[in-house]
Nanobody
Framework: QVQLEESGGGLVQAGGSLRLSCTSS????????MGWFRQAPGKEREFVAA???????YYGDFVKGRFTISRDDAENSVHLQMASLTPEDTAVYYC????????????????WGQGTQVTVSS
């Protein structure tokens, strides 16, 4: 049962930017830590970024300052601003929610969207 909806994916050239958004008509984001994960073909799903209810943010090591996660609880939305994209960033990006303690672990999240494809061309 899909509870989250992602948008904003697409095709972009290397060095470009994209802004992913996540919304829900079923979930009240203010009650959850929100995360972004990604999965490339043949690879495991990996942590990209997360933001707690108090605004504390975490990022995967590979992000290296290129991505910014933000939340707008009034709009019930979460965003991932991505810059300086490389072909290695090509993946399906998923939005997820957790009311658990661990913000950076895939298994901590039990509410997921269907994902949005991000493709970065060289």
């Amino acid at each position: 049962q899909v509870q989250l909806e992602e948008s904003g994916g697409g095709l972009v050239q290397a060095g470009g930017s994209l802004r992913l958004s996540c919304t829900s008509s079923r979930l009240t984001f203010s009650s959850y830590t929100m995360g972004w994960f990604r999965q490339a073909p043949g690879k495991e799903r990996e942590f990209v970024a997360a933001i707690r209810r108090n605004g504390l943010a975490y990022y995967g090591d590979f992000v290296k300052g290129r991505f910014t996660i933000s939340r707008d609880d009034a709009e019930n939305s979460v965003h991932l601003q991505m810059a300086s994209l490389t072909p290695e960033d090509t993946a399906v990006y998923y939005c997820a929610a957790t009311d658990g303690i661990w913000a950076t672990i895939v298994s901590s999240y039990d509410r997921w969207g269907q994902g949005t494809q991000v493709t970065v061309s060289s």
